[in-house]
């Protein structure tokens, strides 16, 4: 990454939502927790392996879906993690993860204007998703608008 400053990477564990539909099996919440063990240690490929078993197990498990955006941004294959974020956030736009990834997505790409939004979107979603907070206060500051990084770092606090 060109700019030098951090970015909120956060990996996400199944959580439970109301769908509607059947709960999760299990198994693929394991795989989609070890998985992120694997991801959390670099080893890319184990963590693609899980997470691809994981939605074997159930297509829209959203998490899984997300935590396999990641792989594929971390391997720089960023159109690939575009397709599989974007699919998340359709299948279920009420989680936050997948907006706050395509801001890191739209960071890593060098477009502050973009990430600012979907961090926005994700913090539509949660107000109190700190990880989105922080990264819409960095852009916001590096970008000069001083004011507004004060206020959502004023309110990262609270919410941290």
Do not use: W
């Not at 989609?32 to 184990?46: C, F, I, K, P």
């Not at 074997?56 to 498990?61: D, H, S």
């Not at 913090?123 to 109190?128: F, I, Q, R």
């Amino acid at each position: 990454m060109r700019s030098g400053y951090p970015l909120a990477l956060v990996f996400v564990l199944a959580l439970p939502a109301c769908t509607g539909s059947a709960p999760l099996p299990p198994k693929a919440l394991d795989l989609n927790r070890t998985g992120v063990e694997a991801l959390q240690e670099g080893d890319l490929e184990t963590a693609d392996a899980r997470f691809s078993l994981a939605l074997e197990y159930n297509p829209r498990f959203v998490e899984a879906l997300t935590n396999m955006g990641l792989v594929e941004m971390q391997r720089g294959n960023f159109d690939r993690a575009r397709q599989l974020l974007s699919r998340a956030e359709r299948l279920n736009p009420d989680i936050a993860q997948p907006h706050h990834d395509l801001g890191v997505l739209a960071e890593r790409e060098n477009r502050p204007d973009l990430a600012a939004r979907r961090y926005r979107d994700a913090l539509e979603v949660d107000p109190g998703f700190a990880p989105s907070r922080a990264n819409l206060a960095r852009v916001l500051f590096h970008a000069g608008m001083l004011q507004r990084a004060r206020i959502q770092f004023k309110r990262l606090v609270e919410v941290a």
